[in-house]
């Protein structure tokens, strides 16, 4: 194993400083593991957003172009947490240079895009690895491990929703987050590329879509208290049913109007034996219901139990594994992953495919809903 | 005010024998401010049964016979309580006869059979209250007051869902419940007559729809353990997509294969200024959350008030105003609803126009759904 | 077995109510199992209440003699439903004439009473039921029979607590209830009560005490509004410490200070195997940790499971026994479970005994107080 | 400001790799607020261990000698993360040096040792970090404002509970943490500790305390399996009941013993106006409830609201406001504040006296139990 692995941020936003911070507390939680992240050069838009940022995180270098990051010898691997509408020529780039890559979900802003960046994968033969951080959670970690051993039989049906607020107040003022050609996409790419990825993690391949995408306030401020308006081009919130390939259905609901919720990411999913639900704000359990306890001791102990799952990072040293975790932990644990993997010669996972395959549910939603809520085959 | 009112029971089934008890209860909760509830006549399908049901009960008379039934001139009010395709025949006669009628949800077993009845109801003249118990829940009464009083503003969203478990199991045998001809309908029908109505209750009239029924296990043993099959006529689960006459969007889904679920009846309505969560497994509670109360004192008091409900039963003697109370309590205010409306000549609510309106969403969704899922207006 | 039996009632306050509309259901819940119960008569302390009551509950009779009331050759029962300093006049009364006796809590005003009304019993050898209703829950049924099994191995502690609000405002004028030579009780006797009951019940009997009562408020209005003072003379608030004779050593808490509480009784119970946790306030689940569990498959299934308990009320024909139950329920089994003994020449449980016990364990921590806090046996 | 900080660490065990986890955390967190922590030397036990510490953590130096690490003039903040006993030792040298103290707690092992590093404390005048990290978690900083705000009006009770499991199981071998000369403490010191230091916090000093210390399994294996037995002299669990300076009453508990608990730190205060609820398994909520609300709109809105409170993190960069966070960010925000303090000139807050309060505390409850029970003035 190698001693280090230098790392070159294309992008400093909020996720580029998290997975900054992170990939200076690996060596902490697992000592010797992996080769200690070091941050080599940060890349941003302006001299001085770059400058700052690497004083900020210690990098030993910055710069504001792409093809001096992506074409750095020293570099091992290039971080990108830029914009989505960059992310294709950002990992075009790097992969081209050979570099192994860690992607932001979404991949891309578009299934064209995402398709080019799959060729250009193929061809560079590099190392590829996307952040659905979720995975991570020990819970999720349980549920994926409790559906493989085929405790919960046949599954009939499951809910997801991933549900944020503050766009309900028409007063808001219109941000790039709101503009097509710059954010790519509203709730739907942004949240529903998340519970998309879950649900194919947790129960296998989409097999077909009914999407409906509906934009409340269509007009905002252009700024705070400006009389001047601007159109919003994406969704503040998508619908969608779906049928998967074992056959279940089930709805999906991604929205950024749900007044009073903060990260309220939940999946429910049943089945003929048992049941799990899942819910972000209460990060560290799973709540498991195995119908076959129901027929036991005491008239049945027929109840869901609240799971623990704080085992499932088994090798961590810090922090004690009964305390609660948070939202951080699962990009902590996402980029170990990664880390871990291509210093073992592994294929990282999850990876460009499961970026694909979300990207191509994505895009069927959006047909369907275009043409009027129609079943679209992913 | 009379001293009593006399009650004819159609049917004694679970629900006719918990509507008898209940009357039973209302002199004691509210003393005085009714007649006093007397159980004249049960009517059962077999003599047998009739009498049983009359001895259990306490009724003075039994018969086996509608007509004597509705016919009976001591007999003030018809309680139908009888399988949903019996309903037409017996509110009918109970309309012509001119006696209060008290009708189980849903209304009808089809939408030509509320329409009948409705016609009937116009004729007659004779007063007409429905069941849908959990409008009566303090939680959903204080819902009703603050939608009212427009502290959510403009409502852009919501969600519904009531899930049953048990027919997941594909040993479980063929029951009535699962045949058009004698259940009339299946989740939609018994759960989602429920839920219809109270986002109706809650949020005003449903403008379109768009529906999946979805049938998982078609074929069942006629009875337990046996070889032979049956086939399953009716839905397990639906869901739907609906579009409100306030402009509001949202799903519904009612399911009898939610493994783990026991009276999962959960709505959740997102507004501009605030939002409210109820669930009937905790049903004393109503959670509510003000937008205004953000911008308030330390940092904004953001958070979701979980609201005590037991002042909505203000004249209620007995049980303690803040000890918990359970699903029975429901029925029992519904009954007391109807019987304190008819003693005073008011029109009993819910009534059947509200009854009505639910046949008329469920037959709009049956619609969508069989022609692959297009929005039909309501 | 009997017809029917003939109930009268001695005292008709919010609990006499109570018992008074309960008996009417058993009948429905649970056809055929127990002889009718009669409201008979009522006794009330004045003619005018007396009257009112028997109007009200549809009594035969009534009285405002308790020697008429116990002398009626036609009554079967005693419900002794008044205040706590009357319980012993009724109850000897009721015992001489050979009466079966249904006692509200606690048993007596004082240890003193409380051991004449056990030598009236042994000398009349009539049945005797107490009411501590919290048994009948079914989450308390299953948590006895756990406890039973002996799946939570050696007990090492606990914790118990029952608290209630409103007394915390001084302005809340005094009233009967903060009397000592009336009520008899304050929280220890009130709420107290209740939780030594549960911990006896589940956990067997106790050795030895050592408490603290506070009296916070030690002067009120005599009225809404008033100028005028008067003393409390009962606790507002008690603790105590106790070692049981299983070895386990645990606190008690019972407080009317307690702002923000409703019905806010909770036990948790700590073993060398496993762990359950009750909250009267979600009366129908039982939590259950199971430590071996803990070393099972998937690392281990640790974590609490939320029991259904709706099947430990197995002859019950309604309500749905998925729906949530109420606070109300537990005093209608309890009635059930008195009446179902005295039919079948059973002893009730629980009894005079267990009253007696209770009072013991009061009468231990009174004086624990008052010697500023030793360990008293009990 | 200074551009950097160095840290001396003395002890590098689950503590003190933690400490250092989260030194590199600041800068992203809090970017240009204080002096980028530096790690400068490592201090362990043995020269292997004190290396591989250095390597994991990169610090620049290490060292096997306290006195080289106090002496060095390039360290700026010993931060003493070792085992309680050996904290006096190491605070004296790093005080009489001159160095910025941020010791864990608890303070000391002792009273003695406690009042002996205040003595050097006031001597040497250098800035002293107490770690009490729960104070740092967002909902109790609002529970903080709220208090001092006078929210809750006169306080009348609280009870406090820290549990911890692993212990019931008698099978679990000797560990140095039940060897009372050298963990120093039990249950009482290990989990008291936090109890008692967020009681003060929230609502002042400690008047008096009457304890119980109980250890429930005296022998243990001297090693997993081993027949042989050691005795256990600490405490498993602890009870006592105190009396606040304000004139409130109420109960803590520490207990090692508890099935089924995780980190189960919960908080609940009483007063006149309002009551308050904490609990660390869901570290981000404040639960508040404002008597003066159950007084106005719809009969009243009267019930517990959930605070958010990631806004008590104000100037924070990531991750997001809304995300939930865990057990760790407690110990990172105290460092944090510690920093900010000192680069400010400002005492550090928690600070000795707060250690020193805390000991107090348990050493009143430890004679006090010695003593059976009776009432100690701290």
Redesign the interface.
């Known amino acids: 194993m190698k001693e280090s692995i230098n790392i070159g941020m294309a992008g400093y936003g909020?996720i580029g400083?998290?997975h900054?911070?992170n990939y200076?507390?690996l060596?902490?939680?697992y000592?010797?593991t992996i080769p200690?992240p070091v941050l080599h050069t940060v890349c941003a838009s302006s001299a001085a957003s770059a400058q700052a940022a690497a004083r900020?995180?210690?990098f030993h270098h910055y710069t504001t172009s792409l093809e001096e990051l992506t074409a750095s010898p020293a570099i091992d691997v290039i971080d990108v947490s830029l914009p989505n509408s960059l992310h294709r020529k950002a990992v075009c780039m790097a992969l081209q240079a050979g570099k192994a890559v860690y992607c932001e979900k979404p991949l891309a802003a578009t299934l064209e895009d995402a398709q080019a960046m799959a060729a250009a994968a193929d061809k560079s033969g590099a190392p590829f690895g996307m952040v659905f951080q979720y995975r991570f959670l020990p819970a999720i970690l349980?549920a994926r491990?409790?559906l493989a051993?085929g405790r919960?039989g046949r599954i009939?049906?499951w809910?997801a929703?991933y549900l944020?607020?503050g766009y309900?107040?028409?007063q808001r003022p219109m941000s790039w987050r709101m503009r097509k050609e710059e954010g790519g996409c509203g709730a739907l790419g942004d949240l529903g590329s998340h519970i998309i990825d879950l649900l194919r993690y947790l129960t296998g391949d989409f097999a077909s879509v009914?999407g409906?995408l509906?934009t409340?306030i269509q007009q905002r401020p252009i700024a705070r208290g400006a009389a001047e308006m601007s159109t919003v081009s994406v969704d503040d919130?998508v619908?969608f049913?779906a049928r998967m390939k074992n056959g279940s259905?089930g709805?999906l609901?991604a929205?950024r109007?749900?007044?009073?919720?903060?990260?309220d990411l939940r999946v429910e999913i049943?089945?003929?034996?048992?049941?799990l639900?899942f819910d972000?704000?209460?990060?560290g359990?799973l709540h498991?219901?195995d119908?076959a306890k129901a027929q036991g001791?005491?008239?049945?102990?027929?109840?869901?139990?609240?799971?623990?799952s704080a085992?499932?990072y088994p090798g961590a040293?810090?922090?004690?594994a009964?305390?609660?975790?948070?939202?951080?932990?699962s990009?902590t644990e996402n980029q170990y992953a990664f880390l871990r993997a291509i210093s073992q010669n592994r294929l990282p996972s999850p990876g460009l495919e499961d970026g694909l395959k979300v990207q191509q549910v994505i895009d069927a939603v959006e047909r369907s809903a275009k043409a009027?809520?129609?079943?679209i085959n992913v």
Not at 280 to 283: A, N, Q, R, V, Y
């Open positions: 909020m400083r998290l900054s911070m200076g507390q060596p902490f939680i000592p010797g200690r900020e995180g210690g349980k491990e409790i051993a919960l009939f049906t809910r929703v944020h607020s309900q107040n028409p009914q409906h509906e409340f919130a619908w049913k259905v709805t609901e929205s109007f749900a007044t009073g919720t903060m990260e049943h089945g003929e034996r048992g049941a639900k972000l704000m209460d990060p359990f498991y219901f119908e001791d005491f008239g049945g102990e027929r109840g869901w139990q609240r799971l623990e085992q499932h040293l810090t922090p004690p009964r305390a609660p975790i948070g939202w951080q932990r990009h009027g809520g129609t079943w």
